[in-house]
């Protein structure tokens, strides 16, 4: 599975820096958590990625 997420990881790199954190964080969630637990997780990073937007 390792090598299917660093495939995936390389091609992020054209991505905005937001979708490639976004994505980066739904695989690190993915590897050891359950659906539901990656969906909470990443919709607490979505916040966290809207916060700091809009305080700049």
Known sequence: MGDIHDEIAAKLDAQPLNVRKLALRALELAHDNSET???????????????????S
């Open 37 to 55: 637990a990656v969906f909470e997780g990443l919709k607490n990073w979505v916040r966290e990625i809207v916060k700091a937007g809009s305080q």
